[in-house]
């Protein structure tokens, strides 16, 4: 394994991590915290439940890269 493929896995590794923290929080916040406290309708509620949907499944589809890129380095 090289060193530029550990380097190139470990940074999406890394982008992962942080679309996935990153999703988390706005979703709690956003969802939880702001749309109440403004009193925004319960349709906001389902947007961010989208939006969180969405970067979610960004997530899972890089999830699938990486394993990928992980497959090709080993062989």
């Known amino acids: 394994m090289s060193t530029?493929?550990?380097?190139?896995?470990?940074r999406k590794g890394r982008?992962?991590?942080?679309v996935i923290a990153g999703t988390m929080v706005a979703w709690f916040v956003l969802g939880n915290l702001v749309g109440p406290a403004f009193g925004l309708p319960g349709r906001f509620a389902l947007?961010?439940?989208?939006?969180?949907?969405?970067?979610?499944t960004y997530a899972?589809?890089?999830?699938i890269q990486l394993w990928r890129m992980r497959q090709d380095s080993q062989r």
């Open 4 to 10: 530029d493929q550990d380097l190139a896995i470990a």
């Open 15 to 18: 982008h992962i991590a942080l």
């Open 47 to 56: 947007l961010f439940d989208f939006a969180a949907l969405a970067g979610l």
């Open 60 to 63: 899972v589809i890089n999830i």
